[in-house]
């Protein structure tokens, strides 16, 4: 890469730390009974501001995954990237099991098998496949063809309803009561085809960004174009949803493209701080891009580890919080002191993660 793409790439990871972050605090409140309402998912159709947390990751993915995927040369070299992708993604699921495992301890054969790591792993495999072996132009077709017909599964499945769409009737039929709720499971089976599709439109952004910096573009260019593909994603995704509800559960195409185009406008904001005061104040947020998924998991172990009760008393965590930080806020566990614990345990990881920059420590999950 050129000198002026790996500065501009440095948006991409303050994107991608700021979902880092995101994901942290709406998966670690204090008290779960007692959590603002943005912070929450929706129930079921319709978005909140937490349901745009992973697919903006995913999209990240997806435009990083333009600048370092190539169609080979050789079989032979075909043959390696094929490997190094297949390797990546069973990584990423068998840590997502470890998580699951966990969650369910003492009773590991009760495990959830489904979850955010899985469902990453899978949807990083077929796009990386895909890419590998097409042209920019056959990605955005592939893509078109994976929301329609997930789109058009839904609509034969002849309901959108919990437990009774195609999608949960799916989930149990492949995992049976391993689901995160008898009404099917958030990261389940079928929602792979739009997230598959939701990377490849990230990739599609990334092939058009990469081409402006090696047509050496003025970054107000580059921000312009990303941003106007934002806004248009956007609207159409608001317009699809008078026909198709938005629902992460599900994830509907208009859900997809929607939330495609939110994490464009982020990316849009990214790009105009970098060089500027603002970046330094939110390296922090930068630091966690550098190691996401490390970080990402390791939150996730540890927050279950503190959750679990030790010996006979409360567990740590709730220990900490309704013996310290309630009563330091006054509210009685209500939604601040809930965000509060959520702020302090985000202030951990970030914390971990200057560490792990500051002694060059890289992850690559």
């Known amino acids: 890469m050129t000198a002026a793409t790996r500065r501009r790439l440095g948006a991409l990871d303050l994107l991608r730390g700021l979902t880092v972050a995101a994901m942290i605090l709406v998966n670690n409140p204090g008290n779960w009974n007692q959590v603002y309402p943005p912070l929450t998912h929706a129930a079921w159709h319709g ?25 080979p040369a050789t079989e032979g070299e075909r043959r390696r990237i094929d490997t190094a992708i297949v390797r990546r993604a069973a990584i990423l699921i068998v840590l997502g099991l470890v998580l699951n495992i966990a969650a369910a301890w003492p009773h590991p054969l009760a495990l959830r098998i489904p979850g ?10 077929v796009a990386a496949l895909i890419v590998v072996r097409t042209t920019p132009r056959q990605q955005g077709l592939v893509a078109a063809v994976l929301l329609a017909a997930h789109w058009g599964l839904l609509l034969v499945g002849g309901s959108l309803a919990p437990a009774t ?5 799916l989930d149990h039929l492949l995992f049976g009561s391993h689901l995160l709720s008898a009404a099917g499971d958030p990261e389940g089976a079928l929602g792979t085809l739009s997230s598959v599709a939701t990377t490849l439109l990230g990739v599609g952004m990334g092939h058009w960004v ?48 929607l939330t495609t185009g939110a994490a464009l406008l982020g990316l849009t904001a990214c790009l ?22 490390a970080i990402y998991f390791l939150s996730e172990l540890a927050a279950r580890a503190v959750q679990y009760p030790w010996g006979h008393g409360l567990a740590p965590g709730d220990a900490v919080f309704w013996n310290v930080l309630v009563p330091l806020v006054g509210d009685r566990g209500e939604p601040l002191s809930s965000l509060v614990y959520a702020l302090a345990y985000l ?19």
């Open 47 to 71: 978005a909140t501001a937490a349901d745009f947390i992973f697919p903006a990751f995913i999209v990240v993915m997806g435009v990083a995954m333009s600048f370092v995927l190539r169609r």
């Open 116 to 125: 955010v790591l899985q469902r990453l792993g899978v949807t990083y495999l």
């Open 165 to 169: 769409n195609l999608g949960a009737r």
């Open 210 to 257: 990469r081409r402006q910096l090696a047509a050496d573009r003025g970054a107000a260019t580059v921000m312009a174009g990303v941003a106007a593909t934002g806004l248009a994603a956007v609207m159409a995704g608001l317009l699809w949803s008078m026909w198709l509800p938005l629902n992460k559960a599900l994830w509907t195409g208009s859900f997809a493209v």
């Open 272 to 293: 105009a701080i970098e060089r500027t005061p603002l970046q330094r104040l939110l390296a922090p947020l930068e630091w966690l891009g550098l190691n996401p998924l």
């Open 347 to 365: 202030l951990i990881w970030l914390g971990v993660a200057g560490l792990m920059r500051w002694k060059g420590v890289r992850l690559r999950v």
